[in-house]
């Protein structure tokens, strides 16, 4: 099993050619249309919705580690969404923030899939911080090696998500008249999108607005995952601080001239840089414990997220981290209208947790 598939579906998935991908994140909640066209996942419609408030009032989110996701406001957004994009018929896929679920990959001999059930039922109980009853758990192979003596063993990747959340997310989608079939942990979009077929590991370094996600994965499977609350409002709260501007005016420039300022504008990045090497020396932490605990050397280095685009980031990562890393668009896999290009242009790490989730469906 490869999704946290906490909800019985009332028909076969397969009976939609169309699928919706909703990523509701710590300050936007993005939505993503997709449907087959000449046998090819075609981009279709979009939305997005951003709040700033979280830049002006320090407690303000969707939902961040710290604060539960606001049901209201939730709820409020997407109708927001669904009402202007006017989506069809689909099945649709939501996405779980990190903080939202506990995760951990185990290394264990190969057998049968009914002693498996029994194996993952006994470690699921043993390590999973909350009562069993009170969590859906989900696990599933992502990988199979040989170990020094020669014998074959699998990974396995186990999550557990608490029931209250499951429940909450069910019920901000009855409120929008969404069909939500699968919720998954973003990670699992993520790594979806821009590692399947790719065997070599990857660190997937996805920057928001309020927190910042750190995947490991390799061929469509999601590994490791950690996050802190350090981001682009960090960032930007930051350029507002030592500027003396308001905090909105500080976001617009961060935008545009990221770490790339000269002249008068330089003193953009000496602000910012603070908080991207904090980012940064936590890329190198979850590199080197995934390393020194699993098989495997981490290769590349890939942005996502609205702050993933922040411009000149990718050269300084390379340099702080001395090794790849990359900026891969998630529209490669999809085909659209050529009018569509300025959004695949600015919005493609902001929207590809939305199009992971979608591509779930193809």
Do not use: C
């Amino acid at each position: 099993m490869a999704i946290l598939d906490f909800l019985k579906p009332l028909k076969p998935l397969l009976s939609f050619q169309s699928a919706i991908g909703v990523d509701i994140g710590t300050t936007s909640i993005k939505l993503v249309e997709l449907a087959i066209v000449a046998d090819r996942p075609h981009f279709k419609n979009y939305g997005l919705l951003e709040t700033y408030s979280h830049l002006s009032r320090q407690n303000s989110a969707i939902q961040t580690s710290s604060l539960k996701m606001d049901d209201k406001e939730a709820a409020s957004m997407l109708q927001t969404l669904v009402r202007e994009v006017k989506p069809g018929a689909a099945a649709v896929f939501a996405s779980l923030p990190p903080f939202s679920a506990f995760t951990t990959l185990l290394e264990l001999p190969m057998m049968p899939k009914n002693e498996m059930d029994q194996i993952m039922s006994y470690q699921a109980r043993a390590l999973v911080p909350a009562a069993i009853a009170s969590v859906a758990t989900e696990w599933s192979v992502v990988g199979e090696f040989e170990d020094e003596k020669g014998q074959k063993k699998q990974q396995v990747f186990l999550s557990a998500v608490p029931n209250n959340i499951v429940e909450k997310y069910k019920s901000v989608f009855q409120a929008a008249g969404l069909n939500l079939r699968v919720i998954e942990i973003e990670g699992m979009s993520l790594a979806r999108v821009f590692t399947k077929g790719d065997a070599e590991l990857s660190l997937i370094l996805d920057i928001g607005g309020r927190s910042t996600s750190l995947y490991v994965a390799r061929d469509g499977h999601l590994l490791s995952s950690a996050y802190l609350d350090y981001a682009g409002g960090s960032m930007s709260q930051a350029i507002a601080n030592g500027l003396n501007i308001n905090v909105k005016r500080a976001e617009e420039l961060k935008k545009r001239r990221g770490l790339l300022g000269m002249g008068g504008e330089y003193e953009l990045s000496t602000l910012m840089l603070p908080y991207v090497d904090v980012i940064l020396n936590e890329v190198r932490r979850v590199k080197d414990n995934f390393e020194k605990n699993y098989r495997g050397q981490i290769g590349k280095v890939i942005l996502s997220g609205g702050g993933g685009e922040l411009a000149g980031l990718d050269k300084y990562a390379a340099d702080f981290l001395q090794m790849k890393v990359e900026r891969p668009s998630p529209f490669s896999a999809l085909s659209y209208a050529p009018t569509l290009q300025p959004v695949v242009n600015e919005l493609g790490g902001t929207l590809a947790v939305a199009i992971g989730l979608g591509l779930r469906q193809f």
